[in-house]
């Protein structure tokens, strides 16, 4: 049996089962598809607190092991790496049958974690002047400018005088000074990021709302941290504000297909109909939302 967590995966394993047991309709640990490899090359998986370590498919894999009141062995794999709670009773040798059962479902989650980390690590933003944001699918570079300050706003947008010759880029001034926290110039690009993003979610609703034929009551900025958008029957429209980290055709793609569900609540050969009636390159904007890397804003 299996169980999603947060940001982990994991698995309850029964103990010495006589045959392997097929999962139940919908379990995680039982993809229609085939698994993903798992890593070629010998590589070492090591927890933070591991006091075991075991040999898993040419792999090191150094795991924290937790004694407790239960009846089967769980095995979680986080960020940290892989977690193993065991009943108290269980022998060494039992844990490390039960792992090397589960050998590739453990490698594969081990990977997928430490590229989601590597990931992270990648978007992770130096805020200070010069740093670089992406804005509509290009890169914006933030100035540090206290005359900036004559905007409403307090902050300017407009061309970069820094960009190497013959390349065109724009620059955010922000009205603050050389010596400003980080914090502060993170909360000003945020703060202006979510204006822009309003206005343009405003506009390009206002255009594929006539399109479709559809009504919106309501357009709400989410902060959600794994969907892009949502949509209510009554008409309401959730969209995330970091869509603005891409250009305008991914925007256009989230934007049509919430709007889309205000005349069909589910994902069916109707309300995909009319969302490519309005965004035709569907397949490749959903690639570009799953493989673009957006900042990390903390």
């Not at 933030?142 to 724009?170: I, M, N, W, Y």
């Not at 506009?203 to 559809?214: D, N, P, Q, T």
Request: hydrophobic fraction near 45%; glycine fraction near 8%; charged fraction near 25%.
């Amino acid at each position: 049996m299996t169980r999603q967590a947060r940001g982990s995966d994991a698995l309850q394993l029964p103990l010495f089962d006589l045959a392997p047991q097929s999962a139940a309709p919908g379990e995680a640990f039982a993809p229609a598809a085939p698994m993903p490899a798992v890593p070629v090359a010998p590589g070492i998986f090591r927890h933070p607190r591991a006091r075991r370590e075991v040999q898993l498919g040419g792999h090191l894999v150094a795991y924290e092991l937790r004694r407790a009141r239960r009846r089967s062995i769980g095995f979680v794999v986080g960020a940290e790496g892989l977690s193993v709670a065991a009943p108290r009773w269980v022998v060494q040798s039992d844990i490390e049958a039960a792992l090397r059962e589960k050998t590739a479902w453990i490698l594969r989650k081990l990977a997928e974690q430490r590229e989601r980390g590597e990931r992270l690590q990648a978007a992770r933003v130096a805020w200070r002047n010069g740093a670089e944001i992406p804005f509509l699918g290009e890169t914006v570079v933030v100035v540090l400018d206290p005359h900036a300050g004559c905007a409403p706003s307090g902050a300017l947008f407009k061309p970069d005088a820094g960009a190497p010759t013959g390349e065109t880029r724009h620059a955010l001034h922000l009205a603050l000074p050389q010596h400003a926290a980080a914090e502060q110039i993170r909360d000003a690009v945020q703060s202006w990021l979510q204006r822009q993003a309003r206005r343009i979610f405003d506009e390009r609703c206002a255009h594929f709302a006539e399109r479709l034929g559809v009504r919106l009551r309501r357009l709400s900025l989410s902060s959600a941290q794994t969907r892009w958008g949502s949509a209510s029957a009554d008409g309401s429209v959730r969209l995330n504000w970091r869509l603005v980290h891409f250009g305008m055709s991914t925007i256009d793609y989230v934007v049509a297909h919430e709007l889309a569900h205000l005349r069909h609540m589910d994902h069916g050969p109707k309300f995909w109909g009319a969302v490519r009636s309005v965004v035709p390159d569907v397949e490749r904007a959903r690639g570009t939302l799953k493989r673009e890397l957006v900042p990390v804003f903390e």
